[in-house]
């Protein structure tokens, strides 16, 4: 059982116009060992002090001078918001409609005049062990939060980890290298941000964008290898890559592998509606699928690939103009010029200048 003096250092706050019932309360609490109190006989104060004090618990009058009681109840609601914080109110009124209006005001409980000495010092006693009992709560689920949020984090580290190296290996499969999706990450983050899109949805189009080509795992090896022009039936089924990728990342409902399926439906459609395999045309394509088709363009243009050597800065850069309002956004291409010394900072790091 929780003694008494387990609140030795509980602030009180005595708020009472009357001087003697403030003085009788004083000398109550020092007898029971409650010496941390502060007693008050202006309401008017009662707030500002609530502010510089943060008492654990307002043993507080309802017949004032303004602010009564039920006034300094109502501004009291506002300040506390959702904590929890005692009132004992102080009352001779006991009416029934005084007491419905004080509890809805916000009052936990009632000590009526004149005192009774046991009863005062139990009921302060009871409410104190409520308020701590509350705050250990709120620190416990706090806590927890805390956890659990930490937990989400590292799920959320793991899956995109997993992500990137499925990526990685589809792509040095195909390309015999797997730094086009580490570029493609970086490029998108960029023009996202450029785009003023929203932290989450930034960092959703980062981690999702090294998923578009997923669905290249599902092409033959024939097409996908082979280093001359694909013909017309290889170049259909080229192009199911995309419908292949959405497939396999569909399965999922978490906003991550949305993300990556729509990115690896749409980025290969264009703005003016000649992309494939929907054919989608202007807004009609996903803002995210719009900024990968771009990025991959372009670093498939400075990039050797088999079937062609890689394209200077200049040559690329010119390129994806010539390609404005045709297979890309123009908003788009708009917010990559913007970033442009940091994607070709990127670049050189990557080691890809000739």
Request: net charge negative.
């Amino acid at each position: 059982m929780t003694h008494r003096n387990d609140f030795r250092d509980s602030r009180i706050l005595i708020v009472d116009d009357q001087i003697s019932n403030v003085r009788l309360l004083e000398r109550l609490l020092d007898a029971r060992g409650y010496p941390n109190h502060v007693g008050v006989t202006d309401s008017s104060i009662v707030l500002d002090l609530y502010r510089s004090y943060q008492p654990d618990l307002i043993l507080l009058d309802l017949r004032m001078p303004e602010p009564d009681g039920f006034q300094i109840m109502d501004l009291l609601q506002i300040e506390t918001g959702d904590d929890y914080l005692p009132i004992l109110v102080l009352t001779a009124d006991l009416a029934q409609t005084t007491k419905i209006r004080a509890l809805k005001a916000g009052a936990k409980d009632f000590l009526t005049k004149p005192f009774d000495q046991v009863e005062v010092i139990t009921r302060i006693r009871n409410m104190l062990e409520v308020r701590k009992l509350y705050r250990e709560l709120r620190n416990q689920n706090t806590i927890l939060e805390q956890k659990v949020r930490e937990r989400t984090e590292d799920l959320r580290k793991t899956q995109v980890e997993v992500i990137h190296r499925l990526s990685r290996a589809a792509e040095i499969y195909d390309q015999g290298t797997g730094a086009h999706i580490m570029r493609i990450s970086k490029y998108t983050g960029l023009v996202a941000s450029s785009l003023g899109l929203s932290a989450e949805s930034i960092e959703l189009i980062e981690s999702a964008s090294p998923m578009h080509d997923i669905g290249k795992i599902g092409i033959p090896d024939r097409i996908l290898l082979k280093a001359g022009k694909l013909n017309e039936d290889e170049w259909r089924i080229m192009q199911t890559h995309t419908t292949i990728g959405a497939d396999i990342l569909s399965d999922q409902h978490t906003p991550l592998m949305k993300t990556a399926s729509c990115i690896a439906l749409t980025h290969h459609e264009k703005w003016d509606g000649s992309g494939y395999p929907h054919g989608l045309s202007r807004d009609e394509i996903p803002i995210e699928g719009r900024i990968v088709a771009l990025c991959d363009v372009f670093d498939a243009l400075v990039s050797k690939r088999p079937y062609k050597k890689p394209w200077s800065i200049s040559r690329s850069v010119k390129e994806i103009e010539k390609l404005r309002g045709t297979a890309f956004d123009p908003n788009i291409v708009d917010a990559f010029h913007s970033v442009f010394p940091d994607l070709k900072t990127i670049l050189v790091n990557e080691s890809l200048l000739e």
